[in-house]
């Protein structure tokens, strides 16, 4: 199991940790900030599911004009981390 940490921008949380097992599924997801109720939800329900499918389901997700939100911020996490897997 590899952990990685992520500066997430523009949004309340203030880092985003995981870990991604050797068959690439989420694992121990946590928002440090954000919304108390909404964050951790959304670590619960990706929990051990496909990062790649679970980065594409987020991606793009806004959170008012800021362009971005916590969940889209997860998904750009995700993409970082699977290409330092295979770089």
């Known amino acids: 199991m590899e952990n990685y940490t992520f500066q997430p921008q523009r949004v309340c949380s203030k880092r985003i940790d995981f870990a991604l097992d050797e068959a690439g599924r989420l694992h121990d ?3 440090l900030g ?3 109720g ?3 939800a959304i670590a619960r329900l990706v929990e051990g599911k496909d990062a790649k499918e679970i980065a594409d389901i987020l991606r793009g ?3 008012g ?3 971005t939100s916590c969940a889209d911020q997860l998904s750009i996490a995700i ?3 699977l290409k330092s897997r295979t770089a």
């Open 79 to 81: 993409d970082e981390a």
């Open 38 to 40: 909404n964050l951790p």
């Open 29 to 31: 997801v946590k928002f």
């Open 65 to 67: 004009a800021r362009g």
């Open 61 to 63: 997700n806004p959170c």
């Open 34 to 36: 954000g919304c108390p």
